[in-house]
């Protein structure tokens, strides 16, 4: 059963820099190749929302509020995806998950999530 663990939320000040880490375990050798990998983030109140995605060929796709500020990036060497955000904001407080999916009609797999507070 492939489980996700995220790492590397915490608190931070507007204007600075978090990186998050996700890693799968629970895989057969080199299917994590095959995945495309997501962040969510769900605000207090809020639905969750998506905020970056690289596919297996490792396209990128952000969400216009991140734009410019965070980056995905994947190693499927170690299984693990990571976001890189900048120039945080307090718009940008929520907890991050981690998703998984095969294909479009593959169920995802969803980390517990790290949270990430931006203060003014």
């Known amino acids: 059963q492939v489980q996700l663990v995220e790492s590397g939320g915490g608190l931070v000040q507007f204007g600075g820099s978090l990186r998050l880490s996700c890693t799968a375990s629970?895989?057969?050798?080199?299917?994590?190749?095959?995945?495309?990998m997501h962040w969510y983030r769900q605000a207090p109140g809020q639905q969750r929302d998506l905020v970056a995605s690289?596919?297996?060929?490792?396209?990128?796709d952000y969400a216009d509020s991140v734009k410019g500020r965070f980056t995905i990036s994947r190693d499927n060497a170690k299984n693990a995806v990571y976001l890189e955000m900048n120039s945080l904001e307090p718009e940008d407080t929520g907890v991050y998950y981690c998703?998984?999916?095969?294909?479009?009609?593959?169920?995802?797999?969803w980390g517990q999530g790290t949270r990430v507070t931006v203060y003014a």
């Open positions: 998703s998984a999916r095969l294909g479009d009609d593959d169920p995802p797999i």
């Open positions: 629970g895989i057969i050798f080199r299917q994590y190749m095959f995945f495309n």
């Open positions: 690289i596919s297996s060929n490792f396209r990128t």
